[in-house]
């Protein structure tokens, strides 16, 4: 779910507010907008060096 669903569902409910806000409540919360799982980070291409 994004911020802007997140968003889109509390104004269904009554609520206006900012996807900023949402966004710094969840982080207060702990919770991240990570995509991937933890620990499930891309492949490196091959041939690549990191830094």
Same mark, same amino acid.
């Given at each position: 779910?994004? !911020?802007?669903? *997140?968003? &889109?569902?509390?104004?269904?409910?009554?609520?206006?507010?900012?996807? +900023?806000?949402?966004?710094?409540? !969840?982080?207060? *919360?702990? &919770?991240?907008?990570?995509?991937?799982?933890?620990?499930?980070?891309? +492949?490196?291409?091959?041939?690549?060096?990191?830094?």
């Amino acid at each position: 779910m994004t !911020l802007d669903e *997140l968003c &889109l569902e509390l104004a269904a409910r009554g609520i206006d507010v900012h996807r +900023a806000t949402v966004g710094r409540f !969840l982080y207060q *919360l702990g &919770l991240s907008n990570k995509k991937k799982p933890e620990g499930k980070r891309a +492949a490196q291409t091959e041939g690549r060096q990191g830094a």
